[in-house]
């Protein structure tokens, strides 16, 4: 089954792989069908992209709750699909750079982006990438601007590429003219559901600060349970 | 017909011209009166320009939706127009530089298009060039004065220019004082009814994520498939 | 007559002409009352202050909508005023400077201003030397410090000088106190009447975009054509 | 019981000790049940990322009033830990750095931290860290996004981190989007009854500016009194 | 009589002296008992400075609108006390200047104001001093607590200094917390009545812009005359 | 009496002496109650961190309007408390320092006050200091951090510091979360009935611009009168 096929964990090509492990250390869990739906969109962008006649240059956004799964579906996904070139940009690897050199860096990703036939560029957490805050609000307009005009460009001959951006602020993205840069959008969801919950727990995942005796709580939904499950959600995985 | 006259690539005698090429790869498609009326009215331009006896400077703005065409049309215009000197001046040249390079950068590209008789100069994505973010608003004011100072100057003696400005933020160009600066400005517009979707559905563009079976459910004008045709229309050529 | 008096070009005695001459290419037309009342205020202050026993620094703000005339008419008259020495302060020659070169550009026009016993210095569209853009707003506070000090300080001993600014936006002017720096202001209005645009046609000037067979209509005031003129008045002269 | 065990200063074994020890001079007093609740919970989330299979970093926000013991408690606590590696990353160690060396600071202070298999670091004083003035409000984003993405970062294989952050300003905590940050958050309530407060007189404390022949006063609630000790309480320790 | 005793121009001991002369080309005219209340208030100051044995630093603030004569009056002023060592600071003199060079030039001014036993320093035009523009606002801060700290320090032991401060601008000066360094404050008005205009025109002055035959106009309050002269006032002298 | 105690100038035996001499000029004049009030306050606070086994860090905020003695009365307790080493920390000493050397010069200060093991520092007019203005407004945050670090940070051992700043905007103060970084705060009033002002007249005191024969005026409360001297207040001393 498709849940089985994305467990494992299948080789790839490209270099700059270990970065994208990290984000997925235990394997991504198929526990509810709208999940199910993410997936399979995602493995529709990148076919096309990999097949298309018309484009050699696609992109796609992963947004929702933080700790949703938006890095980790993006990162397994790459790994999935063979491209010989997969690439994490990640804000981790910019910290403490001058807004110059995080261009310098973005731009690098892109161009090295471009040096296989086939290529996937994960653009993770594009609010920390351009340092975004939300007071003011704060942003590099620097380096956004670097990223529109990179996402806007086509690829040069004889070279693909699929970029998958992530976020957790669907709105500021909207505002700042991002959604114009990607063609493709999917959302994805927290956990929200007791079912849904039930069906990660079952598969293997534990609560922090919840006690075994607690699951017959969770599962009869007890408020103050599921609330502080909530906050603990980053902690499932 | 005048359809065939574009989609035949011209011979053009100024440098630049891949750029250009870059930017129209598949021609220009005539889908409807209305990009008629837009391609007619640029020429029009062009053609007073190359025969004025009363001016030696000319700008016109094209404006519209995102993915519309204006960059497209643009350079498909201007390497129609056969004028010796012909050039794109584009953000994606500028990434990383400083606010200072990038006029020079632009004032350049001023001066080259006044090496020859006859040049044309496509000042692509305005909203780009000046680094302009919603929020705040942001832009580099001073590459706006820039543009704005180029775009006010007259000709040197034998020399003539006309330059094609893009922007898909006409209320923008407005606040910002921008439309004093130009002599004429056409709005290109979306694709928008299903009778222009059709036209360029026969005239050989494919839509990503849309089955052939979908078809039908275009011309019957189905609400969620024309929403989705929207958000991917950029992809359409 | 008048008119007659300012079209033939008069030699001056000053370096710079060239600059001013740009800026008149085809000599001033003298289309109606208004034009004339505008013309001799400027020439009256201008006599007042060659004359002058009480005062040697003179200014005089031109302002008024853009493409009005304010820059032809201010460099004419100082072609006219025979001045040994006559200059053209403009942004154009400052593009891409920094603060501190504008500051130090502005600062030896007016010291190049103090040179002959008789001076004339045009400080032409004082936003764009200002870098002002209308949103934000954003303009050069120093650059405007440095205008303003110069502008409300007395020439030296034996010398007099005339400063004629140029502005299209007068409520800005308002705002930043600039009314306050000049001793003298004349409005330069627009062209608005169908028979101040037929006495431009029939002194010479034709308008793009209009066949001749519209002549009629202009002369009818059909409101199509007179909008189309308003766009493109600028292009006129 | 357990506040003897607090009482008593334990030996650890990591280095910057001493920065610990100084902000407990006078060890914990466990005055209350809530001072008890905090102190159980922050000693589970430490016992959970000692012992975890599922994960190797953890984080914890102390929030509360101004004095009331959060960076106290934090460092009392880490001291408790017999954690190999603790550390205190203070404001006070970065007075006068520049942004960037003080992202370096921050950044090596976690780079140290993953030098042992257990490590525990507090961050105290998260607003002091970023520069935070409220009047603006102004702090430094380039600090904060630092924090952010180390905060936000897995841990090496085969190293576990625990952060323990204070702040007094869990309004601004959440405005910054910092609570997504943490797996964990605890209250730090003041002293405010005149229970807790005899509790304290008790175990030792003194209240500056009010003699002894107060002390009936205290107990009886008078109202002076209690607005003198609240502004006090900060000396109370 | 006083007006005599002003109109003379009176030796002085100081430096600087011609860069206040400049400011009074004419002499002061007393055309009206306020500007004589004005003088004599400021000529009280100027004593009591000499003769204190309280004090030995002393300013005046002279406020009032544009053109009313607070540089003339305080240059006219200083030039009548002589002290030893008079000086203008002003705006002009720090054109282009950073804002560092700026502090020091006014802390030298300040400086050389304490190596006699009296002297006098004009601080003139705050606004320009601190390059203030309405829009925005925008100032140098860090000018403005320049000034302002010198104005609160006092003077060294043996040395005593006056300073006569000028503004036309009263509510910034309030909004900067600028009165409070001021010991005095007096208000020069504008020449506003007919009567007071003709006191100008009998002791010699004459308007620009208004011919010989306007006399009789401007003795019957003619509206639009008076209107002309308002403009014009800033010429009178 | 306390007053005579005062008057006369005690020896202490710490450097920078003199700059808190020429605070107090002419020694503190004890005209009120409420001034003996905030004398006895402040002794009692240098007193307890003198004797005090529980911390060995104080800090004391003086507030209240411009010119009613903040500055004086910090310095002459200052002398009064013959700690070996007392300091002022004044703006005046940092006109046109950059922030970086503002922030060195503070902790100098402050690193000096850690010498001698009974210490004092005056931190005067925190306003100046954080190069405050009410416009905008503005300060300093780098220096304000600085500052408030400082003050929130323990002595080393064997080291005893008190700190007594002082505020004209107790506002700002809160504002800016400074009034937690202070054990105390005392209100300094100004001279505002007509007793008081006797008071200060009696003991030697006089007033500018008021003569003699105004006394009585003074006496009988003349509303025109009392304005002047509030006016005037500032010189009185
Ligand atoms: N479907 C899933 N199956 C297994 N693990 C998951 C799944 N979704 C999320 N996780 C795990 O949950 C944690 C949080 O997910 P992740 O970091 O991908 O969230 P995110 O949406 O990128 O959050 P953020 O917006 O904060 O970056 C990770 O450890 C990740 O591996
Ligand atoms: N009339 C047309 N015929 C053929 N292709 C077109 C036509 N209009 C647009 N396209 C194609 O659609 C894509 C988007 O067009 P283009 O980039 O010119 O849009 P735009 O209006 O410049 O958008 P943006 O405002 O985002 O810059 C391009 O690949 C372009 O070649
Ligand atoms: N009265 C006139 N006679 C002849 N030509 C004129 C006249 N007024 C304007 N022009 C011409 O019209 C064009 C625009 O005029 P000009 O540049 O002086 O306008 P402007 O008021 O300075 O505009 P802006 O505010 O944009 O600087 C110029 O080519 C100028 O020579
Ligand atoms: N429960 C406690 N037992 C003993 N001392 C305490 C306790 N709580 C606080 N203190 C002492 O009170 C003083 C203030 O506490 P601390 O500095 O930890 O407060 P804080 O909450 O970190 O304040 P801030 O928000 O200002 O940093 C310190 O000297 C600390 O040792
Ligand atoms: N009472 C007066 N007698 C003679 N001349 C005067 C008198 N008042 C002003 N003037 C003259 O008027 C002109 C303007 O005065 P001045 O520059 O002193 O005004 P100001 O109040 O300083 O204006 P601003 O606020 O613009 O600096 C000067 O030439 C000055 O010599
Ligand atoms: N009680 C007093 N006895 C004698 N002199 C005093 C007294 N209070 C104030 N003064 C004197 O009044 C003048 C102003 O006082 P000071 O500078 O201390 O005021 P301040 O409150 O610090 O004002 P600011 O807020 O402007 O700094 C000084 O010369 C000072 O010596
Ligand atoms: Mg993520
Ligand atoms: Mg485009
Ligand atoms: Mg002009
Ligand atoms: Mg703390
Ligand atoms: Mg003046
Ligand atoms: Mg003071």
């Known amino acids: 089954c498709f849940l089985n096929a994305l467990d494992e964990v299948k080789p790839a090509f490209g270099v700059h792989e270990e970065d994208l492990h990290d984000c997925v250390k235990g394997g991504i869990i198929n526990y ?20 298309s006649e018309n484009f050699n240059f696609s992109s796609l956004l992963l947004y929702g709750p933080s700790g949703s799964g938006k890095t980790a579906l993006a990162c397994q996904l790459a790994l999935d699909s063979k491209f010989p070139f997969i690439r994490l940009l990640s804000a981790k690897d910019m910290v403490g750079m001058s807004e110059t050199a995080k261009v310098q860096h973005i731009d690098n990703a892109f161009r090295d982006a471009y040096k296989s036939p086939l290529n996937l560029l994960v653009v993770d957490d ?12 704060r942003f590099s307009s620097v380096v956004l601007r670097a990223l529109m005009t990179r996402l806007t460009s086509n690829a040069p001959d004889g070279r693909r590429l699929i970029v998958i951006g992530t976020s957790s602020n669907y709105s500021l993205m909207k505002s700042l003219d991002m959604l114009n840069c990607f063609n493709d959008e999917v959302c994805v969801n927290n956990v929200t559901s007791i079912d849904e919950l039930c069906a990660v727990v079952d598969k293997g995942g534990f609560f922090r600060g919840i006690e075994k005796d607690n699951e017959d709580e969770i599962r009869r939904g007890d408020e103050d349970i599921v609330k502080r499950i909530h906050t603990n959600l980053l902690s499932i995985f």
Do not use: N, W
């Not at 594009?126 to 609000?137: Q, W």
């Open 126 to 137: 594009i609010e920390a990438l351009i340092d975004y805050v939300p007071i003011g609000p």
């Open 32 to 51: 509810s069908p709208k999940i199910h739906q993410v997936i399979k969109r995602v493995e529709r962008d990148i076919e096309q992209l990999r097949h």
